[in-house]
């Protein structure tokens, strides 16, 4: 898992006129929500977290925060909750954090990446993927940042499935072993039907 490094400072002022003052001063308006702990409004450096945030490109990480009070500091672990933008020029307007525990374990969608190019598609199959996500177990520190399987062997009609994948030790898959990850169909049969469809998205939600 990613980790970063961040600083910021409890915020005392509220509601929009405040969050807007605060944005013209080059400062982000957050909250950090805990499990134990009432919410806390914080305020981030907006070229600080905008290069951070870009640095992550959407991927998970774990922010090693520390929170300035005025008499000191506290260290917290935490992760992106909500990211508000601007729909204009995508600039900040506000963040929201979750507090994480390090020592105990969580539930994290991680996405799968598919390298090579299958031999069957060369011979006119279509690659279907069924799964760009898994959900895995483990202490947040030892989930990966994604999970990598090769797919350059797949002819017309072969498939691989979750127990294809490489798993680190420790880390547990919350995906049946025998569920297609991705298939190279005939193009006949390349596009699920609305049926196929409709069962797919109601086992994701199950």
Not at 36 to 41: D, F, G, R, Y
Not at 94 to 104: R, T
Request: charged share 25%; proline share 4%.
């Amino acid at each position: 898992m990613l980790q970063y490094d961040l600083s910021a400072q409890l915020r005392n002022k509220f509601g929009k006129g405040a969050s807007r003052s605060l944005r013209r001063g080059g400062f982000t308006p957050a909250v950090l929500y805990g499990a134990k702990t009432e919410p806390i409004a914080l305020q981030f450096d907006t070229k600080t977290l905008t290069h951070t945030l870009l640095t992550m490109k959407r991927r998970n990480a774990v922010f090693n925060l520390d929170i300035e009070d005025g008499g000191g500091s506290a260290k917290r672990h935490v992760m992106l909750k909500e990211i508000q933008t601007k729909p204009v020029d995508d600039s900040l307007v506000h963040v929201d954090f979750h507090e994480i525990i390090l020592e105990q374990p969580m539930i994290i969608d991680v996405p799968v990446k598919y390298t090579g190019k299958a031999k069957g598609v060369e011979l006119g199959g279509d690659l279907h993927i069924a799964l760009e996500k898994v959900a895995l177990r483990g202490l947040v520190l030892d989930i990966p940042d994604f999970i990598e399987i090769e797919i350059s062997g797949l002819s017309i009609g072969d498939h691989l499935t979750c127990g294809d994948l490489t798993i680190p030790q420790g880390i547990e898959i919350l995906h049946d072993k025998n569920s297609t990850c991705v298939a190279v169909l005939e193009a006949s049969k390349s596009r699920p039907t609305e049926e196929e469809e409709s069962e797919g998205e109601e086992e994701a939600a199950a």
